[in-house]
Structure formats: C-alpha cells, structure tokens
C-alpha cells in the first residue's frame, strides 16, 4: 500500500501537481518529528542514523522516518 502511494506520488510530483504540499513537507523537519505520536524532537544530530524518540519509545532509522511522514503528510494535505 505504502509503495503504491510512494510511486503515486513521485508522478505527481514530476507532473508539478504536488509542488505545493511538497514545499510544506521540509525533509530536515519530518525525520524530527514521530511517526507515531507526532512529537517533534529539538535536537537532530545528523550524523546520527537511528532516532529514538523518547515521547513514546519509537527507535527508526531516520530515512524511514522521513519516509513515513512525507507519506503521511503528502496525503492528509493533498485532499
Ligand atoms: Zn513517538
């Protein structure tokens, strides 16, 4: 399901349909935040690969993270 919305959205993003919620979504800013409780860590060290966030315990690799929540965002704003 994940990779049917992740392919969808890359069309549209090379369509220019998106590029406005594509703007929203700052990739610095979304491997802060928890894909799980949406809280949004202060400090991100960038030499670090896995987060772990300490609101509810989530441990991800920060590229996945990012991943998720530009999913996540992509389609709760494009609608
Ligand atoms: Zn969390």
Do not use: W
Not at 10 to 38: H, M, W
Not at 48 to 56: L, V
């Amino acid at each position: 399901m994940h990779d049917v919305g992740f392919y969808e959205m890359r069309q549209k993003v090379t369509d220019g349909e998106i590029s406005k919620e594509f703007k929203l979504v700052n990739p610095a800013y979304t491997s802060r935040t928890c894909p799980r409780c949406i809280y949004v860590k202060k400090k991100c060290p960038f030499t670090q690969r896995t987060f772990f966030y300490e609101s509810c315990g989530y441990i991800a690799d920060r590229d996945l993270v990012g991943y998720l929540n530009v999913l996540s965002r992509a389609g709760s704003e494009s609608s």
